[in-house]
């Protein structure tokens, strides 16, 4: 992965919820064959819960 892909799954990551008025947690990939799996958490959720 480069860093400018990084940057864009990171970026993919912020933004509005499928549940209306909530903002995403993240976004999860998945490779179709099932063999590989990340999450990219989204920043403001990260801030946003920073003190758990």
Not at 12 to 18: F, I, K, R
Request: charged share 25%.
């Amino acid at each position: 992965m480069t860093s400018s892909s990084c940057r864009r799954g990171l970026a993919y990551a912020e933004g509005p919820s499928l549940i209306p008025g909530t903002s995403r947690e993240g976004v999860v990939f998945k490779r179709l064959d099932g063999a590989l799996s990340f999450k990219a958490i989204s920043n403001s959720y990260l801030l946003k819960h920073s003190d758990r």
